[in-house]
C-alpha cells in the first residue's frame, strides 16, 4: 500500500469515529457479531460498523460450524444478524433484528457517556 492510501484510510478512519465515544473500542471489544457474508440484514449491521469506525469480532457461521452451534446454543435460534454481548460476570446477552442491533450499537458506542459506564 503506497503512503498516500495509509494517509487517506488513516484520515477516512478518524473521520468515522468522531462520532464515537472514548469508551468505544473497550466495549466493542465485548461484542461479537454472528453473521454470514450474502445476509443482507448482515450487510446492515456491518456497514453501520464500518461507519461508526470500531472493530467488532466477526463470526461467520457458514464458514465455521461451531459459530452455528454457539449461536443457536446460547442465542436460542438460528437467525442472524446476532450480536452477543459479553458482561463483566462473564454471562451474554443475544441481541437479534438488525435495527435493533444498530440501535444498540449508536447508544453504546456513540455516548460518550454510555460508552465510558459499560
Ligand atoms: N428481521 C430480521 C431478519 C433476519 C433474517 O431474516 N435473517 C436470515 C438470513 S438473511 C436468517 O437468519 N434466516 C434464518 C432463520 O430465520 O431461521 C433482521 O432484521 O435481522
Redesign the pocket.
Given at each position: 500500500m503506497s503512503f498516500l492510501d495509509t494517509l487517506l484510510r488513516t484520515t477516512v478512519r478518524r473521520a468515522r469515529r468522531s462520532s464515537v465515544g472514548p469508551g468505544a473500542d473497550r466495549v466493542a471489544s465485548r461484542l461479537s457479531l454472528y453473521h454470514?457474508d450474502?445476509?443482507?440484514?448482515?450487510l446492515?449491521v456491518r456497514r453501520e460498523l464500518a461507519r461508526l469506525g470500531v472493530e467488532v469480532e466477526l463470526r461467520n457461521i457458514h464458514r465455521d460450524r461451531s459459530r452455528y452451534d454457539e449461536l443457536v446454543r446460547g442465542g436460542g435460534?438460528?437467525?442472524?444478524?446476532c450480536l452477543r454481548i459479553e458482561n463483566d460476570d462473564g454471562t451474554a446477552e443475544w441481541l437479534?433484528?438488525?435495527?435493533d442491533?444498530i440501535s444498540r450499537l449508536q447508544a453504546d458506542l456513540c455516548s460518550p457517556g454510555a460508552a465510558e459506564a459499560v
Open positions: 454470514f450474502s445476509c443482507p440484514f448482515c446492515r435460534k438460528q437467525q442472524v444478524p437479534y433484528e438488525s435495527s442491533i
